[in-house]
């Protein structure tokens, strides 16, 4: 009776073994090919890019590595399949570790603006990293671009109220110092 049991066993694993082995045919193989021949539709769906207030761009003239970066960005809406992505990723990513270079401004030099640095390079890295991976669509794709777009949007945004609030400081000091109040022109 044990004899039994093993020579079912012994079946039993044999079948399950070369069973497992057979390709399931049901399923799509993705190659290189594929993955670098994806088209990528979401590009045109994306949010735009936050304008920055014309007067936060004049203080920002000087910071070449910011400059770098935006136009580098402003390349995302043209990005046409994975391997063009690619090019856009390694190139923003270069782009971001140019920005703590030596001429970061020292108004800009807050928690607040950093922070939003780490995250579009955090979102950089997960997008370059799903690249890798042949299997996923471009719903994922469509997901990830858009929060992309966000951290971008939310950098700039951040950047532009810093800028404008010390602006505003500045000219509030100016202000006070150059026109008199009414309660001061009493005294």
Known sequence: MLRNRSFIVVILVS???FG???????????GPKQTTTLKLGVVKNLPKVLLLNVEVEKELKDWNAFKQLEDSFNT???????????????DMIQKEIALHTKDFPSNLNLPSVKSRIKVLK???????????????????YDTNLKELVGAYNALRKQIDEVIIYKIS??????LQ???????????
């Open 177 to 187: 110092d150059s026109i008199p109040t009414s309660s001061e022109i009493l005294e």
């Open 15 to 17: 079948v399950l073994s």
């Open 76 to 90: 995302l809406y043209k990005v046409q399949d994975i391997a063009s992505l690619k090019v856009f990723l390694e």
């Open 122 to 140: 955090t979102l950089l890295l997960k997008i370059k990293n799903d690249t890798k991976d042949a299997t996923i669509d471009e719903k994922v």
């Open 169 to 174: 400081e500045n000219m509030d000091a100016y």
């Open 20 to 30: 497992g082995c057979e390709p399931n045919k049901n399923s799509q193989e993705l």
